[in-house]
């Protein structure tokens, strides 16, 4: 049995979870207007690999702060069915769907929170999700993140974390899915790295470590590799 992890954002789905996230809950009323454009600014630090996450967690779970985790669970179903589930890359299903026929163990690792992040693993099939903690104090969001953050070298140090746990499960090889140079630490780690959708610089670092490159669309299972 092998592992397989997937990134979220921009791998499985077309877009940003967290961003689409902020953008459900202005037009809904429960976030003000002004944090959109915080939080553009914010994504332009991630895309050049400079990001402080704690910075933009702070940002997009201060709306959260003081609400209940019942009423945000409603939130967040009614957010994956409208939002996430149209944006899947049929050709990440396609992926998803081939692991588990093999018996191979999936995740999502992202570098969102594990309040999003769980639930739409779940939806998708994968047996689990590692993902930014998010913090809850007598059933209600506090606003604030615990623990190691996915995000860089901290997916490695949750996936070694994880793996230390799992007495009964012994990987042959692990798989990792992404389309972001700031999981060039994982897709070091992987013995098969597989990069989706590449900007330059990581199509560059994948054709000269000869990784598998797939070409994922929205409304295509087209899928090309190299490697």
């Not at 060039?184 to 000269?208: G, R, S, T, W």
């Amino acid at each position: 049995m092998d592992l397989a992890l997937f990134d979220l954002d921009e791998t499985l789905i077309c877009e940003d979870s967290s961003g689409l996230w902020l953008r459900w809950l202005v037009s809904q009323g429960f976030a003000p207007a002004d944090m959109l454009e915080r939080e553009r600014t914010l994504m332009t630090h991630y895309y050049a690999g400079n990001l402080a996450m704690e910075d933009y967690m702070a940002l997009t779970l201060s709306p959260l702060a003081g609400t209940s985790v019942a009423t945000v669970d409603g939130w967040i179903r009614r957010f994956i069915q409208r939002d996430i589930l149209p944006r899947i890359y049929p050709s990440a299903r396609e992926r998803l769907a081939w692991h588990l026929e093999r018996g191979d163990k999936v995740l999502v690792i992202s570098a969102s929170g594990e309040h999003l992040v769980a639930p739409i693993a779940q939806r998708l099939g994968a047996h689990g999700a590692l993902a930014i903690g998010v913090e809850i104090s007598d059933q209600r969001y506090t606003g604030n993140i615990y623990g190691t953050m996915t995000y860089k070298e901290g997916k490695v140090t949750r996936l070694q974390q994880w793996l230390s746990q799992q007495q009964d499960s012994a990987f042959q090889h692990l798989w990792a899915y992404s389309d972001s140079i700031n999981d060039l630490p994982l897709l070091e780690h992987a013995d098969y790295p597989c990069v989706i959708n590449p900007n330059p610089q990581l199509y560059k670092l994948a054709q000269d470590r000869a990784w598998q490159v797939c070409l994922w669309g929205r409304y295509t299972s087209a899928a090309s590799a190299a490697g």
